[in-house]
């Protein structure tokens, strides 16, 4: 890096740096010549589509060369001498003096449904308008003028003048409120240093719900028209809880003034870590019907997981998002950690391998996975970062850090971590020096291993009558040779015993009297491949394991067999009909279930077992509720035959299943089931369900049920809609992709198969974090013909300039395609029963 800058000098310093985007060199070359940021913030958002600003801002200058700061809005309105060229203002040195400067400058920026640093939503409930900012990750720029990187911290003093009646929230408390007959303008206090893109607002008339029984006042927003639904109550208990239990853990108080937490509607993911002002996602924060035990665990991981972002991530800030992980993951692996102290019994670990470690593998396995820590040249580029790396292999890697090292050495180089880097920025070899000190462990080769290696260890069980080996190699050539460095516990009949493999080759004494499995805690982060014996009997007697996630941890190495072409699906099937109505937890069910669905609709396993199964479970009141919700969302998935949409009619018409409401989305779920198939019902349902649910989040489900139409017309005027309509929320996209997308239309979809890959750049550039990912997995996963999967190779092929950040995610997604032609292949081959293969072929 120094060479680089040294290169940068040379050429004129700022002069190379002065190109579209913020590049890393930029960013380390204005970190150098710039500190203490102050924005004094002005906008008047009483326009629909346009904010009028005008910002102050302060800092000192320690070198002598021009000063580049980032703006990307529609207007700017600058001093004399001052240039611009849409990217970045360039401020000449000549303007400027050693020590305070400051800079004054006019600007607008867009308000709009998506792709502007200013959201607006339109609640057609009651003809309400509601905005809020999203300036993650590099689009404050969009938004006003700013050194847009998050090394270059700042305090921010903010004045909103809104239309009147409304109210607004942001990082700062509230000091004072002007208004007029025609303006209400709210003025915020100063923030304490926080990065640009933790920037937030947001304004309506929200409704405000405060916490009375709370150890801290919290205010809720929430819009006005879905106040009386909200369980505001149980939100802020647990948003409270999380805090006052992190203050003690982390041994220091919650670091802001003050905080506060929005409901935002359409917000394109669940939630964002703004100081004092997080934002959720409301259509997961608000039931429309009783919810499961799974919406309640999501809701409650959720919270946790913003919360701690407080201090991992708004506290103490990455210094480049190639290290994005050190907020994602630790924010994923503490609200594990405070689930399970706040309440032992809920199953923390079991919930924390469900959400993690399946779409960690599934990415990690593949061609196109990056190491946690990700190479980034430019910001424009940090999308693609953002994905199960990041936020479901690095907290299952930390997971593993803790059990090296022990959970107090753990929990005290967290401590110091942050004494050190409080309102600043860090590294992860901070963080691991950190760790390294409070434990006495050297962890510089456990760092090269989980954060700078790629890929993921495949470790395969060989059980012999006298002992029991585990071999390891990388899933992927990519990964490079060599073992990695792995502590676990290996299961024997329930019995555990801890390992350390440092080999290629680990051999232990002992013998398995039933199934042995290598990974029992879920302490190692690793694919484990069960021998032949041990996937035999787990296969048959899954049921009398007797550890919850222990068995949700069996249940996902069978899945792996499948998705290996080891296990047929149809035997996968067959194991989850036998289990299924045995099984007691919710979680366990639903991951199952889910998988059933997946093994039916694109890996051609006969859903024969389930036809009678899933309706019986639906109806039995024995049951718990999440479990025949969950029966009742797979019936949905795999019923395709008259029967079938006999029995969802059915259910409409008596308006309750197994004596329990039939409320929305469920309805919305039976409609767009029947929509799919082509019902002959279909239609005359949808104009019924749109009557009784006329309101925002009914025309939202209206679309997403319309986008599972099996007829050429409506695919085509959909996927125009995606990438044309300025008015088309990006979050009723991505809820409606899979819709449009369904495996049984694959013939009628496929046909935008090249397309959809075709839009990636501009995707990149105009949509938000995750679209891609989202884009990518629903377009791919649709398709389950070898047809498809060439067209996607030609693709790769075709492009060979095709920025590497996409090719790899083109890659991940890629792979589950491949997979399925493979299984689908290899059951055509094998349909009449065999053997199971061997797990070392």
């Known amino acids: 890096m120094l060479i680089l800058l040294a290169a940068l000098s040379v050429l004129g310093g700022a002069d190379s740096l002065d190109r579209p985007g913020i590049s890393q060199a930029l960013a380390i070359h204005r970190a150098r010549g710039v500190q203490d940021v102050q924005y004094d913030l002005r906008l008047d958002i009483r326009q629909r589509d346009k904010a009028v600003g005008h910002v102050t801002i302060r800092f000192n200058r320690s070198d002598s060369g021009d000063v580049l700061l980032d703006f990307r809005g529609p207007e700017l309105h600058t001093p004399p001498g001052i240039t611009t060229d849409g990217a970045h203002i360039r401020v000449p040195a000549s303007l400027l003096v050693p020590g305070q400067n400051t800079l004054d400058f006019d600007f607008s920026a867009n308000i709009a449904p998506a792709g502007a640093s200013i959201i607006r939503f339109h609640d057609a409930t009651d003809g309400a308008e509601y905005l809020y900012t999203l300036l993650v990750p590099a689009d404050a720029n969009a938004l006003f003028p700013c050194f847009d990187q998050p090394d270059l911290k700042a305090r921010v003093t903010l004045a909103l003048t809104m239309p009147p009646g409304w109210n607004a929230v942001a990082n700062g408390a509230a000091t004072q409120t002007d208004s007029t007959d025609s ?29 009375t029984t709370t150890s801290r006042p919290i205010t809720l927003y929430v819009r006005a028209s879905r106040k009386a639904e909200v369980e505001g109550d149980s939100i802020l208990y647990h948003n409270s809880r999380a805090l006052d239990w992190l203050e003690h853990y982390f041994d220091r108080p919650f670091p802001f003034q003050k905080f506060d937490v929005v409901l935002a509607p359409s917000f394109p993911f669940g939630g964002m870590e703004h100081p004092g002002a997080i934002f959720y996602n409301e259509e997961s924060f608000i039931y429309r019907e009783r919810p499961t035990l799974v919406q309640r665990l999501g809701r409650e991981a959720t919270i946790f997981h913003e919360v701690a972002h407080q201090w991992f991530g708004d506290l103490v800030t990455m210094r480049w998002f190639d290290d994005l992980w050190l907020k994602e993951g630790f924010a994923s692996y503490m609200a594990a950690v405070m689930q399970d102290a706040l309440d032992p019994a809920s199953g923390a670990w079991k919930t924390f391998y469900v959400r993690t470690r399946p779409a960690a593998y599934a990415v990690d396995v593949t061609d196109g996975t990056t190491p946690i820590w990700q190479t980034l040249g430019n910001l424009d580029q940090a999308k693609s970062a953002y994905g199960p790396i990041v936020y479901n292999k690095a907290p299952a890697i930390l997971k593993q850090l803790a059990f090296l090292v022990g959970d107090t050495a753990f929990r005290d180089g967290l401590r110091l971590y942050l004494r050190d880097h409080a309102y600043g920025n860090a590294t992860w070899q901070d963080l691991l020096s950190s760790v390294s000190t409070a434990s006495h462990r050297p962890l510089d080769a456990w760092g090269r291993a989980y954060i700078l290696r790629p890929g993921i260890p495949i470790v395969e069980q060989h059980v012999s009558a006298a002992s029991i080996t585990l071999v390891q190699h990388p899933a992927r050539p990519l990964s490079g040779p060599g073992p990695w460095p792995i502590k676990l516990d290996v299961d024997v009949d329930a019995h555990a015993q801890p390992v350390e493999l440092r080999a290629e080759r680990t051999t232990i004494p002992g013998k398995a ?20 014996a041990s996937a035999r009997w787990v296969e048959h007697h899954i049921g009398d394991v007797h550890d919850p996630l222990l068995r949700a941890q069996l249940w996902g190495a069978m899945w792996d067999l499948v998705r290996d072409a080891r296990l047929q699906p149809d035997r996968f099937v067959a194991m989850a009909a036998r289990a299924i109505p045995h099984e007691l937890d919710e979680q366990i069910a639903t991951f199952v279930l889910n998988r059933t669905v997946r093994a039916v609709t694109a890996y051609r396993a006969d859903p024969a077992s389930l036809d009678a199964l899933l309706p019986a479970m639906v109806d039995d009141t024995t049951r718990a509720f999440g479990i025949r919700k969950a029966s009742l969302e797979a019936f949905l998935g795999i019923a395709t035959s008259q029967e079938a949409m006999n029995r969802l009619d059915r259910w409409l018409d008596r308006d309750s299943v197994a004596g329990t409401p039939l409320k929305e989305p469920t309805r919305w779920g039976i409609v767009t089931a029947l929509v799919a198939q ?8 949808y104009r019924d369900e749109q009557k009784r649910d006329p309101g925002t989040e009914g025309k939202r489900r209206a679309f997403i049920a319309q986008a599972a139409s099996p007829d050429s017309a409506t695919k085509r005027a959909y996927f125009t809609r995606y990438l044309s309509d300025t008015t088309l929320n990006e979050e009723w996209v991505t809820a409606s992709l899979r819709a449009f997308n369904d495996p049984e239309q694959s013939a009628l979809t496929r046909r935008y198969l090249g397309a959809a890959l075709d839009t990636l750049p501009w995707i990149q550039t105009h949509r938000r974090i995750f679209f891609l990912g989202q884009w990518l997995g629903a377009f791919l996963d649709g398709q389950t013909s070898a047809e498809a999967l060439h067209e996607v190779d030609r693709f790769l092929v075709a492009h060979p300039k095709l920025p590497i950040d996409l090719r790899q995610k083109i890659l991940q997604s890629e792979d589950e395609l491949r997979r399925t032609v493979r299984i689908r292949k290899s059951a055509d081959i094998e349909r009449a029963p065999a053997a199971l293969a061997p797990a070392v072929g």
């Not at 923030?191 to 405000?208: C, D, K, Q, V």
């Open 513 to 532: 009297h039933s199934f042995v499995f290598a990974n029992a805690g879920d302490y190692g982060y690793a694919v484990i491949v069960l021998d032949t």
């Open 678 to 685: 082509g019902a002959p019902t279909a239609w005359d349902r």
């Open 183 to 211: 303006a209400v303008t709210t003025h915020f206090a100063p923030t304490e240093r926080i990065s640009t893109y933790l920037i937030a607002f947001a304004a309506g008339p929200w409704a405000r719900i405060t916490s």
